[in-house]
């Protein structure tokens, strides 16, 4: 005969049993919150603010010794990840630029401007391609960090545009980089409408969220989960990048996109831009450079 209870005892077991995982559940899920995001692509490690490629190591800020992998779109060089330059084709169309973000209102004004296509770096100028036009005399000498795969800054828009003329392109106008960044639809961000992580740009590395401590930019391409829709990459945080200077004043341009400093989401987003005088250096400022399209 079953003794009086017996057969309640499974069920009762069962309800322990799950009550001590759903405890479990929570405990992993704070712990996990609690620990920083992940920001560094397959291929690349994190090192205090840096992501540095497998196999290397941190020495002050800078990546250092040869890597075993890097992220996708990356080769290991003796000297660290450099990413592979090629341009991409951005089509024509027309660019929306209106406060449709509530974090813009106030911050630009809504206007439209046709855009034909063009022809954009996938990367920002990295140390190792202006590397190659200062030894060809025709860029002004810079301080290097020594690794030939970090975004290049700290040039002014008029060397900037220099590199550009010996890459044979130029500098980006407002409205180009602006078109690359949000696209015929208006895109929050390069990527898309969401999803502002550490994993897809390089931005919050200096007080958080994403790191803390950065003295200047990462490499480039070392966050492909950020390219675009034509596959420019870092066109949201890394360096900001300078724009053209144009009439009535050319004191002045624009410099889009945000930089590693950001620590806001905000300042990624692709109407984000700052006004600086052409003269500017600055660790948070670097370049890329447009081409006519062919057939364009």
Same mark, same amino acid.
């Given at each position: 005969?079953? &003794?009086? %209870?017996?057969?309640?005892l499974?069920?009762i077991?069962?309800?322990f049993?799950?009550?001590?995982?759903?405890?479990?559940?929570?405990?992993? /899920?704070?712990?996990s919150?609690?620990?920083?995001?992940?920001?560094?692509?397959?291929?690349?490690?994190?090192?205090?603010?840096?992501?540095?490629?497998?196999?290397?190591? /941190?020495?002050?800020?800078?990546?250092?010794?040869?890597?075993s992998r890097?992220?996708?779109?990356?080769?290991?060089?003796?000297?660290?990840?450099? &990413?592979?330059?090629r341009?991409?084709?951005?089509?024509?169309?027309?660019?929306?630029?209106g406060?449709? #973000?509530?974090e813009?209102? %106030?911050?630009?004004?809504?206007?439209?401007?046709?855009?034909?296509?063009?022809l954009?770096?996938?990367?920002?100028?990295?140390?190792?391609?202006y590397?190659?036009?200062?030894?060809e %005399?025709?860029?002004?000498?810079?301080?290097?960090?020594?690794?030939?795969?970090?975004?290049?800054?700290?040039?002014?828009?008029?060397?900037?545009?220099?590199?550009c003329r010996?890459?044979?392109?130029?500098?980006?106008?407002?409205?180009q980089?602006?078109? &690359?960044?949000?696209?015929?639809?208006?895109r929050?961000?390069?990527?898309?409408?969401?999803?502002?992580?550490?994993?897809?740009?390089?931005w919050?590395?200096?007080?958080?969220?994403?790191?803390?401590?950065?003295?200047?930019?990462?490499?480039?391409?070392?966050?492909?989960?950020?390219?675009?829709?034509?596959?420019?990459? #870092?066109?949201?945080?890394?360096?900001?990048?300078?724009t053209?200077?144009?009439?009535?004043?050319a004191?002045?341009?624009?410099?889009?996109?945000?930089?590693?400093?950001?620590g806001?989401?905000?300042?990624?987003?692709?109407?984000?831009r700052?006004?600086?005088?052409?003269?500017?250096?600055?660790?948070?400022?670097?370049?890329?450079?447009?081409?006519p399209?062919?057939?364009?």
């Amino acid at each position: 005969m079953t &003794a009086p %209870g017996a057969r309640g005892l499974p069920r009762i077991a069962l309800l322990f049993l799950a009550s001590a995982l759903a405890l479990l559940a929570v405990v992993l /899920l704070a712990r996990s919150r609690a620990e920083p995001p992940a920001r560094c692509a397959a291929g690349m490690i994190a090192l205090g603010a840096r992501c540095c490629g497998e196999g290397q190591r /941190l020495e002050g800020e800078r990546c250092v010794g040869a890597p075993s992998r890097c992220a996708i779109g990356m080769e290991p060089s003796p000297s660290g990840c450099v &990413a592979t330059a090629r341009k991409v084709r951005v089509e024509g169309g027309v660019l929306r630029v209106g406060p449709g #973000d509530w974090e813009a209102q %106030g911050v630009i004004a809504a206007r439209e401007a046709t855009i034909a296509p063009f022809l954009i770096d996938a990367l920002e100028i990295d140390e190792h391609r202006y590397d190659a036009c200062l030894r060809e %005399g025709a860029c002004t000498k810079l301080p290097l960090s020594g690794e030939p795969g970090r975004a290049l800054c700290g040039l002014t828009a008029d060397e900037a545009q220099a590199y550009c003329r010996w890459a044979g392109g130029s500098l980006p106008s407002r409205d180009q980089l602006a078109f &690359a960044a949000a696209g015929k639809t208006g895109r929050r961000y390069a990527w898309g409408d969401t999803g502002a992580v550490c994993r897809r740009a390089a931005w919050g590395l200096v007080n958080g969220p994403c790191a803390e401590g950065a003295l200047g930019p990462e490499l480039t391409g070392a966050h492909p989960d950020g390219a675009s829709p034509e596959g420019a990459l #870092d066109l949201a945080g890394n360096v900001a990048e300078w724009t053209l200077p144009e009439p009535p004043d050319a004191r002045v341009t624009e410099a889009r996109g945000g930089s590693f400093a950001d620590g806001a989401a905000n300042g990624i987003r692709a109407w984000q831009r700052r006004i600086v005088p052409v003269g500017t250096r600055s660790p948070e400022i670097g370049a890329r450079c447009v081409y006519p399209a062919p057939g364009g």
